[in-house]
């Protein structure tokens, strides 16, 4: 278990470490965090390249420069069709026979007598093949993957056919759910390393794991820019409070908890407004629920927008509620919070973590929304009340989670782990 932040300067005299990173979806408006951590992993030294199962999630015109930068030079395993699978079978059959069958062996027995799981099985297994075959075509042997979903499966499989090691950061808390679906304890033996995002998410994995498997966990938090992410003003008076919510509009987030609460402070006649920014699936059921508590233009639907529009919307934001019911440690929480808007969200899984209640912002229990109500009032009665939780949760951020330093730490991680692989040790 190794808590030690070891970041020392990357000697100029060794060569960059290299690797692959491996995302199911890159770029992504919800996953812009792992954009950030490459490119300043490449700032530090770092040569890694980036492999996607999927396409990014809009069109190339509404990607921001950067997110079109990496897009140009993403390999999509998706984008190469059967030609691509059929072209990676034959040759990885001709190069590594054994590898190719012990990794359909595994594939197999992830899938168990589940005919669906063995279907996706085999779709984890062709991809697995197409990874390792870029890999080799680059030089590259260590294998990275945000988050221990179906493309931590895919390295999984991939470790078995090639010579090569993979290793994994773990959020949270979906796998944790349902840990034998996402095969959880066969990723967790046979990574070389995991990074955790906090202690929670570390407390779950060795809840499934014996002890001598516990060293293999790293403390390594995420963190946000703030100097991109700079205090706005205070306003003094509001009318209307402008509270601002962002993530995906799924069952997860709670949002209609939010609007319930948004609803009880209306009915008290209070001057409030909600702006909602994500997608999802929830969309069509949260504005059903709008429209039937009459919340008209106390509700803005912003949809999912770019980094460049977010801070636009957190600067004229007098308060962030997260109404969430399952969370990792959100990056959108440390976002509003180094732009100085004070926090309301849930006393759940990570998020004690980041906030301490009354200190950095305030908790609530998670599925209270006359309890959120209440939060909400107490910012909107307390205009020192608001500035005060707003400047300590930026002063929490630049202590805990600033993304330099955290960067900083993740790459003395991956020195300290893998110098012995690449020659370094």
Same mark, same amino acid.
């Given at each position: 278990?190794?808590?030690?932040?070891?970041?020392?300067?990357?000697?100029?005299?060794? =060569?960059?470490?290299?690797?692959?990173?491996?995302?199911?979806?890159?770029?992504?408006?919800?996953?812009?965090?792992?954009?950030?951590?490459?490119?300043?992993?490449?700032?530090?030294?770092?040569?890694?390249?980036?492999?996607?199962?999927?396409?990014?999630?809009?069109?190339?015109?509404?990607?921001?420069?950067?997110?079109?930068?990496?897009?140009?030079?993403?390999?999509?395993?998706?984008?190469?069709?059967?030609?691509?699978?059929?072209?990676?079978?034959?040759?990885?059959? /001709?190069?590594?026979?054994?590898?190719?069958?012990?990794?359909?062996?595994?594939?197999?027995?992830?899938?168990?007598?589940?005919?669906?799981?063995?279907?996706?099985?085999?779709?984890?297994?062709?991809?697995?093949?197409?990874?390792?075959?870029?890999?080799?075509?680059?030089? #590259?042997?260590?294998?990275?993957?945000?988050?221990?979903?179906?493309?931590?499966?895919?390295?999984?499989?991939?470790?078995?056919?090639?010579? /090569?090691?993979?290793?994994?950061?773990?959020?949270?808390?979906?796998?944790?759910?349902?840990? =034998?679906?996402?095969?959880?304890?066969?990723?967790?033996?046979?990574?070389?390393?995991?990074?955790? /995002?906090?202690?929670? !998410?570390?407390?779950?994995?060795?809840?499934?794991?014996?002890?001598?498997?516990?060293?293999?966990?790293? /403390?390594?938090?995420?963190?946000?820019?703030?100097?991109?992410?700079?205090?706005?003003?205070?306003?003094?008076?509001?009318?209307?409070?402008?509270?601002?919510?962002?993530?995906?509009?799924?069952?997860?987030?709670?949002?209609?908890?939010?609007?319930?609460?948004?609803?009880?402070?209306?009915?008290?006649?209070?001057?409030?407004?909600?702006?909602?920014?994500?997608?999802?699936?929830?969309?069509?059921?949260?504005?059903?629920?709008?429209?039937?508590? !009459?919340?008209?233009?106390?509700?803005?639907?912003?949809?999912?927008?770019?980094?460049?529009?977010?801070?636009?919307?957190?600067?004229?934001?007098?308060?962030?509620?997260?109404?969430?019911?399952?969370?990792?440690?959100?990056?959108?929480?440390?976002?509003?919070?180094?732009?100085?808007?004070?926090?309301?969200?849930?006393?759940?899984?990570?998020?004690?973590?980041?906030?301490?209640?009354?200190?950095?912002?305030?908790?609530?229990? =998670?599925?209270?929304?006359?309890?959120?109500?209440? !939060?909400? !009032?107490?910012?909107?009665?307390?205009?020192?009340?608001?500035?005060?939780?707003?400047?300590?949760?930026?002063?929490?951020?630049?202590?805990?989670?600033? #993304?330099?330093?955290?960067?900083?730490?993740?790459?003395?991680?991956?020195?300290?782990?893998?110098?012995?692989?690449?020659?370094?040790?």
């Amino acid at each position: 278990m190794n808590d030690n932040n070891d970041n020392h300067p990357h000697p100029s005299s060794s =060569p960059p470490l290299r690797l692959a990173y491996l995302v199911s979806q890159y770029p992504a408006v919800s996953h812009t965090f792992i954009l950030r951590e490459v490119a300043r992993l490449r700032e530090l030294g770092f040569e890694i390249a980036v492999a996607s199962i999927n396409g990014p999630d809009r069109p190339s015109d509404r990607l921001t420069a950067a997110e079109q930068s990496e897009a140009a030079h993403t390999y999509y395993v998706k984008r190469h069709g059967l030609m691509g699978a059929l072209t990676a079978k034959w040759a990885t059959l /001709i190069t590594h026979p054994a590898g190719f069958f012990r990794g359909l062996k595994l594939a197999l027995r992830l899938g168990g007598a589940d005919l669906k799981k063995l279907l996706y099985g085999l779709f984890y297994f062709t991809e697995a093949l197409m990874i390792g075959r870029w890999m080799a075509r680059q030089g #590259l042997q260590h294998l990275h993957v945000h988050f221990a979903t179906p493309a931590a499966t895919v390295a999984l499989i991939a470790r078995q056919i090639f010579p /090569i090691t993979f290793s994994m950061t773990v959020h949270g808390p979906d796998e944790f759910y349902d840990a =034998p679906g996402y095969y959880l304890s066969q990723k967790i033996a046979g990574a070389t390393f995991i990074c955790c /995002i906090g202690y929670y !998410a570390r407390s779950q994995l060795m809840k499934l794991s014996p002890p001598d498997q516990w060293d293999k966990f790293e /403390i390594s938090p995420l963190g946000v820019d703030p100097t991109l992410f700079a205090p706005r003003p205070f306003r003094a008076e509001d009318q209307p409070f402008e509270v601002i919510c962002v993530g995906r509009l799924t069952p997860a987030k709670g949002q209609a908890i939010l609007l319930d609460a948004i609803a009880r402070l209306r009915t008290d006649g209070r001057a409030i407004r909600l702006r909602l920014v994500g997608d999802g699936p929830d969309r069509p059921i949260l504005e059903r629920i709008a429209a039937e508590r !009459a919340l008209g233009q106390a509700v803005i639907f912003e949809g999912a927008v770019n980094q460049d529009r977010i801070r636009e919307l957190y600067a004229a934001a007098d308060a962030f509620a997260l109404a969430s019911f399952a969370e990792g440690i959100p990056v959108v929480l440390m976002e509003a919070m180094a732009m100085t808007i004070p926090c309301v969200t849930t006393f759940i899984t990570g998020i004690p973590e980041l906030i301490r209640d009354g200190q950095d912002g305030l908790l609530v229990a =998670p599925s209270d929304s006359e309890g959120l109500a209440a !939060a909400l !009032a107490r910012l909107m009665d307390d205009a020192d009340l608001r500035q005060r939780l707003g400047v300590a949760g930026r002063a929490r951020v630049e202590d805990k989670y600033h #993304l330099q330093r955290n960067i900083e730490r993740l790459a003395a991680i991956f020195r300290r782990r893998l110098r012995k692989e690449d020659g370094h040790g």
